[in-house]
Every structure is written in structure tokens, then in C-alpha cells.
Nanobody, 118 residues
Framework: QVQLVESGGGLVQPGGSLRLSCAASIGIFSIYSMGWYRQAPGKQRELVATITSGSVTNYADSVKGRFTISRDSAKITVYLQMNSLKPEDTAVYYC????????????WGQGTQVTVPS
């Protein structure tokens, strides 16, 4: 049983900042990575940033230099610090967790809305 709970979304003006959090409730498993994906209205879900258990990070080109992903292994929590937000960042942001030897697409949270008006 894996449960992911996102928090920190909201409405912020262009140039502002938000920090998203995702706390995982999980049994005894080996975690490969945690990350953030987002989905804007009418568009497909896309990768934003991921971080592996070895602290290797990966960012979408559109957020590189503005967003920072980090984790707290003891709490099984991943964060997404979002700075210099733009209207095109508006989307529902979903937390994702992947484990070794588990389902290919991992587990998903319910999502949290981030809105940056133009």
C-alpha cells in the first residue's frame, strides 16, 4: 500500500514562488525515485523533475534554473521549490514514486493545483 499526499499548491503572481511537498506513506520497499509531473488543461502529463535515491536529479528544460527538487529520506518526502513562476507553469502538479521491481509508472498522488495568472 502506497499513499502520496501533495500540498503547497495555490495561486501566485508571475515571478513569485511556491514550494510543493509530497509525503509518502509506504511499507518496506526499496525506492528508486520520486518526482513531480504536471498536466495543464488539454495537454498530456509531463515530467517536471525527478530525484533518485542516489540524489541524481533530472529537470525538464522548461523549468531548469527556476525549479529545484529535493528530498528528505527519513520522512520519505519530496519537495519542489518553484521560483520565477510563469503563466505557462499553470497546471495540476502530481507527485510520483517509483520502486525497484514495481510497476513501470510508479504510484501517483491526487495532484495539487498551481495557478499563475497572466
Amino acid at each position: 500500500q502506497v499513499q502520496l499526499v501533495e500540498s503547497g499548491g495555490g495561486l501566485v503572481q508571475p515571478g513569485g514562488s511556491l514550494r510543493l511537498s509530497c509525503a509518502a506513506s509506504i511499507g518496506i520497499f526499496s525506492i528508486y525515485s520520486m518526482g513531480w509531473y504536471r498536466q495543464a488543461p488539454g495537454k498530456q502529463r509531463e515530467l517536471v523533475a525527478t530525484i533518485t535515491s542516489g540524489s541524481v536529479t533530472n529537470y525538464a528544460d522548461s523549468v531548469k534554473g527556476r525549479f529545484t527538487i529535493s528530498r528528505d529520506s527519513a520522512k520519505i518526502t519530496v519537495y519542489l521549490q518553484m521560483n520565477s513562476l510563469k503563466p505557462e507553469d499553470t497546471a495540476v502538479y502530481y507527485c510520483n514514486l517509483k520502486m525497484y521491481g514495481s510497476r513501470e509508472n510508479g504510484y501517483w498522488g491526487q495532484g495539487t493545483q498551481v495557478t499563475v495568472p497572466s
